[in-house]
C-alpha cells in the first residue's frame, strides 16, 4: 500500500520569542516492511535544520530558529509504501537489547489493577495468543476518545476512566506486558483509520517475542498493525518518541494546533 501523509504542527505565541529549539522525531524508517518513497520536512520560518539519530534508533532533526518569533509551522509531507507482516517486524535498525523494555517511566508504571487485569486477559496462553488476548481485551474495555491526548496521565490513572484516547490505551499495553515480564514500547507513526474514522497522530506498541522478535500490537483496533500503519519512533513511553519535543526562548503563553490528513494512494 502507497500512503500519502501530510502532518502539520503550528505554534502560535502571546509574546515574542527570543530562540526555539526543537527536536523533531517526524521522519519514518526504511525496514523490510516499509519503504520511503518521499519525504519532507520544512519550516516557515529562517531555521536551521540537523539529521541525528538518537539512542533508540529513530531519525531525528534538531530545528534551531532564532527571533523574535511570533509563532512557527513545522510542515511534513511524503509517501510511503508499506506491506503486510502480521505485525512482526523486519529489518529494522535495533541499537539496545529488548530488556531494556522492561524498564518502567512514570507514566507507564502500572498498578495493581493493571497488573490484575493482564494476567486475567492473558490466562495461561502461549506468549502470542497471550499478547494478542491482551490487545483484544484492552480494545473491548475503553471507548476510544478523539480528545487531544494528556501527556502527564499515567497508565494507571488512564485505567481507572471509561475512555481512552489512542496513546493511553497504547501506553496501557506497555504497562500491562511489562507486568507480564514482556519487553514492550511504546510507537508513534501514522495510521489510515478506516470505518469512516478521520486519521490522525497516532500510536501503538510492540512486544518482544523470543524466537520471533517485536510484533506491534494496536488496541485502538484491537489488531495488530498492519499496512495501513507508518512506523517513525520508539522509545520507553510515549513522550519519548513525541513527534515534537524542544524548548524555547521567551515569556507569553504557546498555542498548538496539529493537523495530519493519511491517505491511501491508488
Known sequence: MRLSIEHRTSYRFTAPQARIVQLLRMTPRNSHDQTVAEWHISVDCDARLREHRDGFGNRTTMLYAEGPLDGIEIAVAGEVVTSTSRGVLHGTF???PPAL??????TTAADAAIEDFARAAVGGAAPIPALHALNRALHERFAVSSER???GLTAADAFARANATPRDLAQLFVAAARALAVPARYVTGYCDLQDGRR???HGWAEAWVDDLGWVGFDPTLGESPEEHHVRVAVALDATGSSPVAG???GEG???LEVEVQVSAQE
Open 94 to 96: 535495533e541499537p539496545l
Open 253 to 255: 503563553r504557546e498555542c
Open 101 to 106: 523494555y522492561l524498564r518502567a517511566t512514570p
Open 247 to 249: 524548548s524555547r526562548l
Open 199 to 201: 486519521a490522525t497522530p
Open 149 to 151: 491526548p494528556d501527556p
